[in-house]
């Protein structure tokens, strides 16, 4: 027997994508598409389908806010969150709807196939790649460990210096720059410079960051 899938996406060459990705399994059907979060519960209500692939950001609503109704109406139904944003943020997100499974949009096609199948089989139970540093993270009192360099690059992010700027500043190359960005951005379970910013302002690591959008 095959596995049913519904695709939820706004954008029409990501399902595309998907879908391919999903039929060159051979163990997979794609029953039905979605581009907004009516939309797919329509479909979900008609094929009932054994997973959904849901992505977060829709023009009508919230993909997290849609997979929470499946949930509630389909406790067996295999759900996966699938986001360009992929922080600690959207995955307690995607883990408190009742997802099985969250991936980054930019993960390959296979880890979205491994989810889906995680999803079908046990769709109750959550999966992440970086679930348990985001529960370390969550569950720190003492919040994320910044080295004092870190803490110095996020200082001047906060400013809205760029790489080239920073590395300026602080007598290092661009490549040690990004690098130290690059754990920035994991401590503080971020996937951008917006992420992050927002994260260390609630944790008090910095305040009035000049530029969160850079």
Request: charged share 20%; aromatic share 4%.
């Amino acid at each position: 027997m095959t596995t049913t899938v519904v695709l939820v996406d706004d954008h029409e060459l990501i399902r595309q994508g998907l879908r391919r990705a999903f039929e060159r399994t051979g163990d997979f059907t794609v029953v039905g598409e979605a581009g907004s979060v009516a939309e797919a519960l329509a479909i979900i209500a008609e094929h009932t389908p054994t997973v959904v692939i849901f992505d977060v950001r829709l023009p009508d609503g919230s993909g997290l806010d849609a997979a929470r109704k499946v949930r509630e109406a389909n406790p067996t139904m295999g759900i996966v969150v699938l986001t360009m944003y992929a922080g600690d943020e959207q995955l307690f997100g995607a883990l408190e709807a009742g997802a099985s499974a969250f991936v980054p949009k930019d993960a390959p096609s296979d880890d979205v196939i491994a989810a889906a199948r995680h999803a079908a089989v046990s769709p109750r139970a959550f999966t992440a790649n970086d679930l348990a540093g985001a529960m370390q993270r969550r569950l720190s009192p003492s919040g994320p460990q910044l080295s004092p360099r870190e803490r110095e690059v996020l200082g001047l992010l906060a400013e809205g210096l760029g790489v080239a700027a920073i590395s300026k500043q602080l007598f290092i190359s661009e490549s040690t720059t990004k690098t130290h960005i690059s754990k920035v951005y994991e401590k503080l379970g971020a996937a951008n410079r917006a992420q992050a910013l927002m994260t260390a302002m609630r944790l008090g690591l910095i305040t009035n960051p000049a530029d969160q959008t850079r």
